[in-house]
C-alpha cells in the first residue's frame, strides 16, 4: 500500500425508514485542502445496520488509498465491530467491503453521539435520511457544485444572525425549535419536538 501524508475527515451515517425498509446512506468528507464532498444514496428495501455499513464504506471510497482517514459514526454496530473486533453475525458481504477500505488506509474510526451538537454527524444524518426518501443529492449537480470550500461556508455567527433575526419576525405564539430528529432548526406555533419532513414526521409518530 502507498502511503500518503494526507489526511481526511469523514462522518457516515444511515437511515432506514422501517426496518427492513427503503434506506439511504449519507456522507460529508473533508480532504486535506478544506473541501468538503456531500454524497448520499438509496436503497429501495434494506435494513438500518447495511445502510450504516453502506455509508462508511462509501465514505472510505471517497478518500484516496494510502491516506490517513478519520471516519466518525454515530453507530456503535460499525465503530465497536472495528475498535473491538465484536462478532460479525449478519451482513457478511458488506463487512468484507468495509474491511477492505479499511485495509488500504490508515483510518480511526470514532464513535459520536447522534442528534446532539456535531453539525457534520447531522448533516451525515439529514443526508441519510434524505436519501431514504429517494431525494440524492447527486441527482442535477455536477461533482464540483457539491463541492464547497469550508472558508465560504456559512459561519456559526452567521447562522446566529439569521435566527436573530427571525426570532424577531415570529409570529405571537410562535418559536424557533430544533427537530429531534434531523437536527435542523423549524418555525412551529405548537410545541413540535419534529419538523415537517416526512422521515422526521415518521419518526415522531412510531413514538
Partial sequence: MALSSREYLVYADGSCIGNPGPGGWGVVVRNPDGV??????????????????????????????????VLRSDSKYVVDSMTRHYKRNKNHDLWELLDAEAAARRVRFEWVRGHDTDPINNRADELALMGATGRLIAEGASPDQRKTRRATLRSKSDDLSTEAELAARLKPGESIRECAGCGAKFVSAARDDYCSHVPCQLEARRR
Fill in 36 to 69: 468538503e464532498t456531500e454524497l448520499n444514496g438509496h436503497h429501495p428495501s434494506t435494513t438500518n445496520n447495511r445502510m450504516e455499513l453502506t455509508g462508511a464504506i462509501e465514505g472510505l471510497r471517497a478518500t484516496e488509498r494510502g491516506a490517513h482517514v
